[in-house]
Antibody, heavy 124, light 107 residues
């Protein structure tokens, strides 16, 4: 059974860096998938933050103005998010998620598995 | 950036009724549209991918249709556990975007 579990500080100071890790069990992050971060401010909808591919390449939402870095740690089978220069607007539940490319073997082209989410508050 | 507009914002229905949710894209996303269900305090769950394919373990009462700019999620007969918020999401044009959600609530 594949599981994703986020971890990281629940409180970050304004102008600081938000750092989260997602540990993957039951699947290898080196396979043909992508590994993403999605956030949800309290009482609001979902926002795609960015993702890293099994190859190590990455992409992120341009609305976050290059504040995002995503990376893989294949030795630990986990991936990470760093969001710099945070403000109160970055307060949200942060989810990690897995996506799969569509191939002859299957795949969804969607976020098909999610972590439980972790609340991060930006406050002094 | 593609804007996904979901309607209605809230859909009051009774168990056993049919739910029809709409997602309209500001430009074509081909069939690269997914639907997610989210219950309070839980992570989203994938229901439908590529517009009309049910994800693993999703009951047959959930179905998706559409292509291009207009998409529909249908729940043929609402079960008590189906009352939740539903989001559409496109993965055809970067950056990937979500709709604002439709809340299906008990009438």
């Amino acid at each position: 059974q594949v599981q994703l579990q986020e971890s990281g500080p629940g409180l970050v100071k304004p102008s600081g860096t938000l750092s989260l890790t997602c540990v993957v069990s039951g699947d290898s992050i080196s396979e043909t998938n992508w590994w993403a971060w999605v956030r949800q401010p309290p009482g609001k909808g979902l926002e795609w933050i960015g993702e890293v591919f099994h190859s190590g390449g990455s992409t992120s939402n341009p609305s976050l103005k290059s504040r995002v870095t995503t990376s893989l740690d294949k030795s630990k089978n986990q991936f990470s998010l760093k969001l710099t220069s945070v403000t109160a607007a970055d307060t949200a539940v942060y989810y990690c998620a897995r996506g799969s490319f569509i191939t002859i073997f299957g795949g969804t082209n969607a976020f098909d598995l999610w972590g439980q989410g972790t609340m991060v508050t930006v406050s002094s | 950036e593609i804007v996904l507009t979901q309607s209605p914002a809230t859909l009051p229905l009774s168990p056993g009724e049919r739910a029809t949710l709409s997602c309209r894209a500001s430009q074509s996303v081909s069939s690269s549209l997914a639907w997610y269900q989210q219950k309070p305090g839980q992570a989203p769950r994938l229901l439908i991918y590529e517009a009309s394919n049910r994800a693993t373990g999703i009951p047959a009462r959930f179905s998706g249709s559409g292509s291009g700019t207009d998409f529909t999620l249908t729940v043929s007969s609402l079960e008590p556990e189906d009352f939740a918020v539903y989001y559409c999401q496109q993965r055809n044009n970067w950056p990937w975007t979500f709709g604002q959600g439709t809340k299906v609530e008990i009438k």
